[in-house]
């Protein structure tokens, strides 16, 4: 049986540069015999405790994707330094508890192993990729300690297409690397 890795896409857009990024990422991982699928989580209601038991259809249909992967590769933008409001609204989401009166991360995310990449302008995603890093080693994720940050040049904001260089290719496939020998 193969194993899975589930990519978590931190920009909603269809052809966002992140994309392109987790696209190049998952063809690698294809390539080592890796099962790959992207978690479309954009019909999430925000969250709120009010609704969390039971939980919305929308939320099930994540968890159960989440459940089903055996880890996940997050490539998040930077929003204003940051992770972007639908990203962290998915990782509040699945962190909570999925029985009323238990706390903590529930079992299905405890250990679970988690790469992060991202690319954004001069920061490389820098302020996003130490952020989001906190944040899911507190949710009780295995993550991996190689992550990638890449810088895009002004002309990708400019025209919206981003190609990713053979420099940048060369650290994204040492992360693959790196994530393969943790699996």
Known sequence: MNKKVLFVVGSLREKSFNRTVAEYISKRLEEKGIETSFLDYSKLPFMNQDIEFPAPIEVEKVRNDVKGADALWIVTPEYNGSVPGA?????????????????????????????????????????????????????????????????????????????????????????????????
């Open 87 to 183: 990203l962290k609204n998915f990782l509040d989401w699945i962190s909570r508890p999925v029985v009323k009166g238990n706390f903590g991360a529930p079992e299905f995310v405890k250990g679970k192993l988690v790469a992060v990449s991202g690319v954004a302008g001069k920061s490389e995603a820098s302020l996003v990729i130490t952020e989001i890093s906190g944040l899911l080693t507190r949710m009780g994720l295995n993550l991996l300690e190689e992550k990638v940050g890449l810088s895009l040049l002004v002309e990708a904001f400019q025209t919206g297409v981003f190609n990713l260089s053979d420099e940048q290719k060369v650290k994204l496939d040492n992360e693959v690397k790196v994530f393969i020998e943790k699996f």
